[in-house]
């Protein structure tokens, strides 16, 4: 499927209500691409919801955004970071090992997601519900496929709303405190946010962390911070003209859904960060990890 891999287009269509998702907007855009062009399609649908957004990952790397059903919403897009496009296409090269009704699922289901890969000259649809997230599913190799699809077509939608949230009223400026740090220096990461109006802004949370931050290296995702929520609503108020920061750390270490933690090695590292809960755009900055002298 590499060979494949620089000639899709990754087409996201969402339907949700449950969600209120963190967002990475760079444009504005009338997003519609032709029928005939190869594309993957990825259908998130919740019968309550009431609206379904579609969005589009195209050849160049930027994803589109607009409202299909209800309530109006903005369109939008934004250029991917390199490490985000190469990562979802490498998701893409098994695909076709799925079967083509992965995890069952029927129209009662409280979400449903389709993915259908449309090539030059073939075509693949997958189905799942939110059994994808199952722990119990963890040793089927079909279930890691699917389910890292998923994360990062929803994080995509994620990345495109938030954005749109406070655009005029806040400016946002993630970014590390150094861009080159030594082997097993903590990674310091800052979240500043300037209010621009003459009124109090207030962000409000779903959970305890308010900061977030993806890894990637070499068209791999390492790291998702945090690792796991703590299920109570905070909020955070950036007074009128003013600008106020937080910040997060990475120690350099990755850490699998088994518990297993590894050092990452020297090398190049592009940290994604944004305001959980949709609350902000996310940007993508690099940090180097130096050698030991």
Request: proline content about 4%; hydrophobic content about 35%.
């Amino acid at each position: 499927m590499k060979n494949r891999s620089v000639h899709i287009i990754v087409f996201f269509v969402l339907l949700m209500t449950i969600f209120s998702l963190s967002c990475d907007l760079l444009l504005v855009t009338d997003a519609k691409l032709p029928k005939h062009e190869p594309k993957i399609t990825f259908v998130l649908h919740y019968p309550h919801g009431g609206w379904k957004d579609e969005v589009i990952v195209d050849v160049e790397g930027i994803i589109h955004l607009r409202r299909l059903e209800g309530d109006h919403l903005p369109e939008a897009s934004r250029r991917l970071d390199e490490q985000e496009f190469r990562y979802i296409r490498n998701l893409f090269e098994e695909f076709y090992s799925l079967d083509d009704e992965y995890i069952h699922y029927d129209e009662s289901t409280t979400t449903l997601y389709t993915i259908t890969y449309y090539g030059n000259e073939e075509e693949k649809t997958v189905r799942c519900d939110n059994r994808v997230y199952d722990h119990t599913l963890w040793g089927d190799p079909g279930y890691r496929i699917l389910k890292q699809i998923v994360n990062e077509l929803r994080d995509f939608r994620i990345s495109l709303v938030g954005a749109k949230r406070f655009a005029g009223s806040l400016i946002f400026d993630f970014k590390p405190e150094k861009e080159t740090v030594k082997s097993g220096e903590p990674v310091a990461l800052h979240y500043s946010v300037r209010n621009s109006t003459n009124s109090d802004v207030k962000m409000r949370f779903a959970n305890l962390q308010q900061v977030g931050f993806k890894v990637y290296h070499d068209g791999e995702l390492l790291l998702v911070y945090p690792l796991a929520f703590l299920p109570a609503t905070s909020s955070w108020k950036i007074p009128a003209r003013s600008t106020k920061m937080q910040k997060a750390e990475w120690d350099q270490m990755i850490y699998d859904e088994y518990g297993s933690t590894q050092k990452v090695e020297p090398g190049t590292y592009t940290i994604v960060q944004y305001l959980l809960d949709g609350n902000s755009p996310y940007r993508a900055n690099e940090v180097t990890i130096k050698k030991d002298d």
